[in-house]
């Protein structure tokens, strides 16, 4: 087993306590097996690619994790053309994890989460209703968040993104997620399949 989990994220840092807590079940099996559980803000997409290409130089027992947007569809070889922007080893590749086309598509797999939070002036049939929410692109995303969101209470989801979308991830089922996004699925298959492997 791993000692340590490191999920390095793109997005601002008050993502995080979002991020655990649709993480849970990563962080409460990492935790039964006394492995440490960290999320890291990468701040830009950059930021977050750089900070995965130190920690496997500086912590190269850990499983050392790369969440990032991926701008566009699920083409197949979206790890692959990463690892050869970035000049890293093929092998990087297995640790690079994608929220297609961008983190909002989760949010579209638990529209019920959102009318939750949002209120009964939430407009859900805004919001594309592909059950694929992975096949719903990023221009579509935004539009439905903005046309749901837009005469809320809370006021638009764009324009409050850094203090909604921690609270989103933190509503949001990450079981429907999975079923809804097979990269989020491939996440958390390969932490738990971490967690459960021998040394």
Aim: with cysteine; proline share 5%.
């Amino acid at each position: 087993m791993v000692p340590e989990i490191r999920i390095h994220f793109e997005g601002h840092a008050l993502l995080k306590p979002g991020f655990s807590q649709f993480f849970d079940r990563l962080r409460f099996r990492a935790k039964a097996s006394r492995c440490g559980f960290h999320l890291i803000a990468g701040g830009s997409r950059g930021g977050a690619c750089r900070d995965f290409a130190i920690a496997g130089r500086t912590h190269p027992r850990a499983l050392n994790v790369l969440l990032i947007d991926s701008e566009g569809p699920d083409t197949g070889d979206l790890a692959e053309s990463l690892c050869r922007e970035r000049a890293w080893p093929g092998s990087h590749g297995d640790s690079i994890f994608w929220m297609v086309e961008m983190m909002e598509s989760w949010f579209h797999a638990d529209r019920e989460a959102l009318e939750r939070f949002y209120g009964p002036t939430f407009r859900m049939t805004a919001l594309k209703r592909n059950p694929k929410v992975e096949e719903i692109s990023k221009a579509d995303l935004q539009n439905g968040l903005h046309e749901a969101t837009k005469h809320t209470a809370k006021g638009d989801y764009l324009d409050h993104k850094t203090s909604h979308g921690p609270k989103l991830l933190s509503l949001i089922s990450a079981d429907k997620v999975q079923k809804a996004a097979p990269n989020c699925k491939r996440l958390f298959t390969a932490v738990l399949a971490a967690l459960d492997s021998p040394e």
